[in-house]
């Protein structure tokens, strides 16, 4: 897998919470913003999963049989 480099900003305070956690755990600043994005995306996917459920109830979206869903694809 490869790894870019990726630059952002962050509040002070953010970044030197991530310096004292990286010090304390003698982990690199990286492997830490990496694992913390993970969880977020994890309680993210959650939050996605409830909104389309949600639209679903509320008739925003609907479902597509997945019979039809092979048909289009030629399945």
Do not use: W
Request: glycine share 2%; proline share 3%.
């Amino acid at each position: 897998m490869s790894r870019p480099k990726v630059i952002f900003t962050l509040d002070q305070d953010i970044i030197d919470e991530l310096n004292a956690v990286s010090a304390e755990l003698k982990e690199k600043k990286s492997h830490i913003v990496e694992k913390a994005l993970m969880l977020y995306f994890d309680a993210l996917d959650i939050r996605i999963a409830d909104k389309r459920m949600n639209d679903l109830k509320k008739g925003k979206s609907k479902l597509i049989p997945a019979k039809e869903v092979y048909k289009k694809l030629g399945l």
